[in-house]
């Protein structure tokens, strides 16, 4: 859905007690919905399709990381760099990635933004200024700080955001990366997703810091902890770190408490995470949440729901009906682009 | 010592809990440490020998920590400033003279290492390699050895302020506050890294930085000034003592001399900063201390000096007068001298079908079993996961996670701290989870892991094994399919084994459990469940010694040389030929390093005519070792040109379609044989 298409759609339900949220307007809040719920959607499908066994590899789910996700990426400008993590369909989407194209790359198809070549989320796309990631965590904490040095240096105002796993924070990269990007003060904006979980390792086995928003006062820059549930007050926190970074005052490190409702990937039971535990999450669900609140703003109809819905599980058939027809690429393009052609 | 016995008998009894003796004791650790420097410089000029480094600048801190800590009781990671700390702690002007003269008897490296690189067994100081940084994290391991051996042993880990921009550095301040571990992290800041001034290292300071791990204790000081540094130090080496957990020191000091011989510092620092810096010298600072003080004269400490002097240019005479080591010595401790592999024997009793996954587990389960000192750590290896592949299923369960216990998402943490806990008699047996994001770890395998037996003349050792799935044909795309072994196979010091079946592989790697040397074990993972690669288990005494190929398949018209997932292919491949009138012989190397020649050079002048095979990618890949060695050793028995066939020179694609083009397949070894006939 574009965001005319949006407005289209709100100019039809009357909104009049609300003002707004965290600065957003109640056309932002809908967009926001359209966003996680699509997302959800998007991925749902693409679970239920690995069940089938169509989709080969693992899958790797972002369920309870939607509002960390979107929410920001939303306080991007479309002229800013986006480095998303493994769990991160919510920012390739809100970046303005096409649902097709994502289909595409998740089934290894030749017209797929690698062609086949990389598997899952390690794809970007340069038109909308996302850089595909790597497997291996860690290693795109000093590319962030490498892009927003560009920035700098050509001032052009850019700003950088990467996500980052609360696994990811063991790694020596992450002080490196961090380290650099504070000593040059460079435009770039880290947000750790604590899904307080890495595979099997929670937090307690990776870290004995309460917060690993902590580490940022020993870089000199500014460590935030927000609730990653809340879409609301993750843009609200993103967007003044977004702005801080252009007004060139440095970067930032935010870490999103957030929750990982599904295993590591689909073929990961989670026998590991305590019951409880499970349960705990499946009450904080952040779609649900959001829903909740929109509605009782009377933000969100039940008729403009049904009508975004819809138009969702239109779009994602769409996707996967491309994607599944798309032929495979040939065996013998598959040495090609090691190097410049 | 007659400077202390002519001190005034009005002295004041003590200062900070030290007495006379010790505060002069200090004052002439000092000048030794001081003079060493200044004869050492004198010695290169002399062209006595090529390098040094120095601690000038450095004294009153190092001491100041050295008096806190036991030599040859405590555990020490001093990096190349640290000899006045050395000194302190019981290391003699004759023992730093050998290693700066690179004399045969250098207790530190027998002449392996550069000057300044210190090691001492006796006095447990960990033999130092030169990439700083690296030593973090194995005194991390250190110290999780002396909680794990239960003793009070607290371990010294030391470095400038550049190294602190490291990796390692975080991830061991991370470990050592997870784990609550008795480590003193030393920071001697002297504000510059060779040339580049701290402000450009670092945001804000180190002590800032170090803000952010809980139970880490940290300390500022000045570390120029002795007493200070003496106090800060007892309460951090205390606290670490007591299993309070971690303590940081950031010493700030000077460095009086250029970064080493080999650098001007006038081209970066003005004169003027140079005057303040020596304004700031610990030694007269101290000594005018303990003469206003009233515990010394002038001219006590001026005797102290003159004494130190003499003991000096006597150990430096005395030390040019020792042997260099024998040019015959010069491949000596690369590998354990004193180790035969045991014979080859068959199993005692098979048991049922296993895979080879399975039988890894068993082999761990058995070797925990048999020696508690066998610790099993890497991502995700305690139960419920019990390891992403399930090779460690159940370890934790039964014997504890003290003994089986999940590590950061860290790879250079793991192998740095498995060679710290090898060197303390622990047997790590790490996991990286896949062997495309062992590259992390890279350092501490290329610098650290397979040189400590070499780099210490057989004083120290980490015979620790690093278990690492690897390999494709799983779809895994670029970052779930690499063969690492062309890489690793390299690096002398390290043993590589490969196996290809459940049986090879369960008697391999308990045998890499008691290897004295360290082990690189590689698991192809698509082959864990497969069935070609199962096999009845062997018994627990089966060990299968390295450097013994298996022929896999005997034949007279060719030899197939391989290893790994190439193993079933080349049967296929072999079975096909059988209609065609072709016979072909295989070799399973099992092992790369050490590797078995003599059965390789057997089967090719059986034969006349050999493929090697392997997945990795051609370029560079262990293949083209191998057939090197048949064309030197074997050329007059050839009847055909050595061939080899592996992975495309190309990353490995997700696609299906793209892998199969890219991996070898049993056709492609088919035509290569095909070929090969023909000739």
């Known amino acids: 859905m574009t965001q005319t298409e949006i407005s289209n759609l709100l100019e039809k339900v009357k909104i009049e007690e609300f003002q707004s949220i965290a600065g957003l307007t109640a056309e932002d809040c809908i967009t926001l919905y359209y966003y996680m719920r699509l997302t959800r959607s998007f991925e749902m499908r693409l679970a239920s399709l690995y069940r089938q066994g169509k989709v080969v590899g693992g899958v790797y789910l972002g369920t309870g990381n939607e509002a960390t996700s979107v929410g920001a990426t939303y306080a991007l400008k479309p002229e800013d760099i986006l480095a998303p993590m493994h769990r991160d369909t919510g920012a390739h989407f809100t970046k303005g990635a096409d649902l097709a194209s994502m289909a595409l790359q998740l089934l290894g198809r030749a017209n797929g933004p690698t062609g086949g070549k990389d598997n899952g989320s390690h794809h970007g796309d340069k038109s909308i200024n996302t850089l595909g990631m790597i497997s291996h965590l860690g290693t795109m904490i000093p590319v962030a700080a490498g892009a927003a040095l560009a920035s700098k240096i050509k001032k052009t105002k850019q700003v950088a955001m990467h996500f980052i796993g609360d696994g990811t924070s063991s790694i020596g990269d992450f002080h490196e990366g961090i380290n650099f990007a504070a000593v040059l003060n460079l435009p770039v904006v880290y947000v750790i997703e604590n899904n307080q979980y890495a595979y099997s390792t929670p937090n307690s086995k990776q870290f004995r810091s309460s917060w690993l928003a902590k580490r940022a006062v020993g870089y000199g820059i500014p460590g935030i902890v927000i609730d990653g549930t809340d879409v609301f007050e993750v843009y609200r926190v993103t967007k003044w770190a977004v702005d801080r970074a252009r007004e060139g005052k440095g970067p930032t490190l935010i870490e999103s408490q957030t929750m990982r409702m599904r295993g590591h990937s689909e073929h990961d039971a989670a026998d590991y995470v305590p019951e409880e535990v499970k349960q705990k999450w499946e009450k904080k669900d952040p779609v649900d949440e959001l829903v909740e609140r929109l509605q009782s703003w009377g933000v969100l109809t039940d008729g403009l729901k049904k009508q975004i819905d819809n138009q969702i599980n239109d779009e994602v058939d769409a996707a996967f009906d491309t994607a599944l027809e798309a032929s495979a690429p040939e065996g013998s393009t598959a040495a090609e682009g090691v190097f410049a052609g | ?679």
């Open chain 2, 1 to 679: 010592m007659s400077a202390q016995s002519k001190t005034k008998s009005k002295a004041k009894k003590s200062l900070s809990g030290l007495s006379n003796k010790q505060l002069l004791n200090a004052y002439r650790l000092m000048q030794t440490a001081r003079q060493m420097d200044n004869k050492m410089l004198t010695l290169l000029k002399q062209g006595k020998s090529f390098f040094h480094i120095g601690t000038s600048g450095h004294e009153a801190m190092q001491i100041g920590l050295g008096f806190n800590m036991k030599g040859g009781h405590d555990y020490f990671y001093p990096y190349y400033r640290d000899l006045t700390f050395c000194l302190t702690i019981g290391v003699s002007p004759r023992d730093v003279l050998l290693q700066f003269l690179s004399r045969k008897d250098d207790p530190a490296s027998g002449a392996h290492q550069m000057p300044q690189h210190f090691g001492d067994d006796k006095l447990h100081i960990v033999s130092q390699s030169s990439p700083t940084g690296t030593q973090y994290l194995q005194a991390v391991g250190c110290a999780l050895g002396s909680v794990k051996a239960g003793t009070d042993e607290v371990v010294m880990v030391s470095s400038g302020e550049g190294t602190t921009s490291q990796g390692d550095f975080h991830e061991a301040l991370n470990f050592a506050s997870r784990e609550k571990l008795p480590v003193v992290f030393l920071v001697e800041d002297n504000h510059y890294a060779i040339s580049v001034p701290s402000e450009q290292q670092t945001a804000g300071s180190v002590y800032e930085i170090a803000a952010g791990y809980e139970h880490l204790q940290r300390f500022k000081v000045d570390g120029t000034d002795f007493i200070k540094s003496y106090e800060t130090s007892k309460e951090a080496v205390k606290r670490a003592r007591d299993g309070k957990g971690p303590a940081i020191i950031v010493a700030d000091l000077v460095r009086l001399l250029p970064h080493s011989s080999s650098d001007n510092h006038k081209k970066y620092k003005s004169e003027e900063q140079l005057k303040h810096e020596k304004e700031r010298d610990p030694i007269p600072k101290f000594g005018n201390l303990l003469i206003d003080e009233g515990f010394t004269t002038q001219d006590d400490l001026d005797e102290i000096a003159n004494e130190v002097k003499s003991e000096i240019d006597e150990a430096a005479d005395w030390a040019l007068d020792q042997p260099f080591p024998e040019k015959s010595t010069a491949m000596d401790h690369l590998y354990a001298m004193d180790y035969e592999w045991p014979e080859l024997k068959e199993p005692k009793s098979t048991g049922e079908k296993i895979m080879m996954v399975d039988a890894i587990n068993h082999a761990l389960h058995e070797e925990m079993e048999r020696d508690e000192k066998v610790l099993v750590f890497g991502q995700d290896v305690e139960d419920g996961k019990g390891g992403v592949f399930t090779a460690t299923k159940g370890l934790s369960t039964k014997f504890g996670r003290e003994r089986c216990f999940n590590s950061p998402l860290a790879e250079s943490t793991i192998v740095g701290t498995a060679v710290g806990l090898a060197t303390r008699g622990f047997k790590p047996v790490a996991e990286i989870q896949f062997g495309d994001y062992i590259w992390t770890a890279m350092m501490q395998l290329r610098n650290e892991l397979p040189t400590m037996r070499y780099r210490s003349n057989n004083h120290w050792s980490a015979p620790a094994v690093i278990r690492v799935p690897v390999g494709g044909y799983i779809h895994g795309a670029l970052y779930h399919s690499q063969s690492i072994e062309g890489y690793f196979s390299h690096l002398p010091g390290l043993r590589i084994a490969f196996p290809s079946n459940a049986a090879d592989a369960k008697g391999l790697l308990k045998m890499a459990i008691r290897c004295p040397d360290p082990v690189m074990f590689l698991e192809q993972k698509g082959m864990y469940r497969q069935q070609f690669s199962g096999a009845p288990e062997p018994d627990k005494d089966y060990l299968l010694p390295f450097g013994k190929a298996r022929i896999v398949r005997e034949g007279t018209d060719i030899s197939v040389i391989t290893w790994g997932a190439m193993v079933q292919r080349s049967v296929e491949a072999a079975r096909d030929l059988e209609s065609d009138g072709i016979s072909v012989e295989i070799i399973d190397i099992r092992t790369l390093n050490p590797l078995d020649t003599e059965a390789i050079f057997d089967s090719v002048k059986k034969t006349n005519k050999v493929l090697v095979a392997h997945e990795d990618n051609l370029t560079g890949g262990f293949g083209g070792e191998i057939a090197s060695r048949i064309a030197d050793e074997c050329f007059m028995w050839l009847d055909g040109p050595v061939r080899r066939l592996g992975g495309k020179d190309c990353h490995i694609p997700f696609n299906w379609f793209l892998e199969e083009e890219i991996l070898p397949q049993k056709e492609n070894i088919l035509k290569a044989l095909r070929d090969l006939a023909a000739f």
